[in-house]
Each structure stands twice: as C-alpha cells, then as structure tokens.
C-alpha cells in the first residue's frame, strides 16, 4: 500500500501536517459547505480532544482523522454511528495483528487490544436536541507507533502489539471497513452493527462499573440496547440502561504491560 490511502468511492482527503484538532478542521469545513465524505487527516494535533473534555495527545506517529457526514437524522439515532466507527477500527487493527481475537470493544466506541485501548472515537454533531443533524464529525484516533502511560486507563499501541503497519495503511483499512458499515447502518438499521459489536465486546456477562455523570454504578455487562444505550444487571437484578458514563472493565487475562 501506498504513502497517499486510497479511498471507497465519494470519499476526498484533507491532508494536514499539523492542526488544532481533525475534528475542529471537519467542523469548520461543515460550516463553509464541506461535502460529505470528507476525511481531515492530519499527522500530528496540538489540541487533540478525547471523550468527556480529555486531552488526547496527538504526536506525530499515530492516526488522527475526522469523518464528515451529513445524515439528516436527529444526534440520539445517529450517535450509533460511533459503533459504525468502532467497529470499523477494530476490523482494520484486528487485520495488522498478529493475534486478531485479541481485538474487543469497550462501550461505547473504545477499542481494546488484550484489555489495553488501541483507538478511541469522539462524535461531534451540529445539534443535540431531536431536530435532524446538518452535520456529524466521527473522529478517531488510533495509536499506532506510541500510547500514553495512565495506570486508570490503560492503553496500548499497535507497535507494542507487533503489528508493522504505517499510518496510511491504517487509514485506509479503516475507511475501507467504515464505509461498508455506514451502508448498512443506512440500509438495515442499528441491529447488525449491535450483533457485531456485542460478538466482539470486552468482559459481556461480568462484573462492570460505570461512572455516572451523578455516581457510580457497578454489577455485571448484561448487553447492548436496541439503540446503543449500555445495560448493566445489578446485584438485586434491577437491569438499568446507561446512555452516558465511563466504564471500568476488571483487567482482561494477558493485558500486562509489554516491555
Ligand atoms: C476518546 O476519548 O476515546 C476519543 C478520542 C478521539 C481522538 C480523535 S483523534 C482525531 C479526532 N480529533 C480530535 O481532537 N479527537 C479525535
């Protein structure tokens, strides 16, 4: 595969050496009538933004990107498209490693490597309230050559995984299993990505934990909803379903660090 990615039909790429964030490049794109289809890639972001208001350090060596779409569906129906995305990184991540049963998913959109995350997806939209969307931005970020070193959340890279894949290769592995699962998402709905996601998810039926925007909710991984939310079973059997928090999975088998 080549320096410059080919990309699936209607797709066109902004290629950046350095940003702010591919997710703030996408948006002002959106704002000044980017097509759909847009793909922001940059090698390297200064402010690179995860999920809940994290910094995600961006150096140069790992995959930043930002999809832009316009679904004209309202934020709550097209948030399962972070499941599109999440998936999408998983099979191209999965198809670099030596071991591809070692790719998980951890909800809602983390994507894990023997219990450690890998990728990370963060949608942006142009409205949340329920009035269909002019615009959603899927960024993700996948940590090829290098990953921080948080013992709360531990990460890994597809390097120390043994995988020898350039960036570019990544990126075009990745949009080339994104676009088909779009196509489906459009064509059948949420439920054949909530089956594949489900097959492939970190730790289903054990203990969990969930830090709730109020609190902290713990008992065990009962599934995935009809629309995404997270379902978690308590101890007395109340199954509660969760649509925002972080999740704290017990270390998966073989998740130690590799030096
Ligand atoms: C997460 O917290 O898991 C989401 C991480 C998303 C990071 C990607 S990198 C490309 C895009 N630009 C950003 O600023 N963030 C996303």
Redesign the pocket.
């Known amino acids: 595969m080549s320096a410059v990615p080919a990309l699936p039909p209607g797709y066109r790429l902004v290629t950046l050496d350095e940003v702010d964030?591919?997710?703030?490049e996408a948006k002002r794109g959106a704002a000044s009538g980017a097509a759909a289809g847009t793909v922001i890639w940059?090698r390297s972001?200064r402010?690179?933004?995860?999920?809940?208001g994290?910094e995600?350090i961006?150096p140069p060596g790992n995959?930043?990107?930002?999809l832009l779409l316009r679904p004209e569906q309202p934020p709550d129906i097209v948030a399962q498209l972070g499941f599109a995305a999440a998936l999408a990184a998983g099979q191209a991540i999965a198809a670099l490693l030596p071991d591809p049963e070692a790719v998980r998913h951890k909800w809602p959109?983390?994507v894990l490597v023997r219990g450690r995350?890998v990728?990370?997806?963060?949608l942006e939209s142009s409205g949340t309230t329920g009035a269909p969307l002019e615009w959603l931005v899927i960024?993700?970020?996948v940590n090829v050559a290098s990953h921080p070193d948080d013992p709360e959340r531990p990460a890994t890279s597809l390097a120390a995984e043994g995988a020898k894949a350039t960036v570019s290769e990544l990126l075009e592995r990745y949009l080339a299993c994104l676009d088909p699962w779009l196509g489906r998402w459009r064509g059948e709905g949420f439920e054949p990505l909530r089956k594949a996601w489900l097959a492939h998810a970190q730790g289903l039926g054990e203990a969990i934990e969930v830090r709730l925007p109020r609190g902290t909710l713990a008992g065990r991984f009962a599934g995935l909803d009809a629309a995404g939310a997270l379902i978690v079973a308590e101890k007395d059997g109340t199954r509660r379903t969760v649509t925002a928090g972080e999740v704290f999975l017990p270390p998966a088998p073989g998740s130690e660090k590799r030096v």
């Open positions: 964030s591919t997710n703030e940059a972001q402010r690179g933004r995860g999920r809940r994290r995600w961006s995959l930043y990107c930002s959109n983390d995350k990728a990370g997806i963060l960024g993700t970020g």
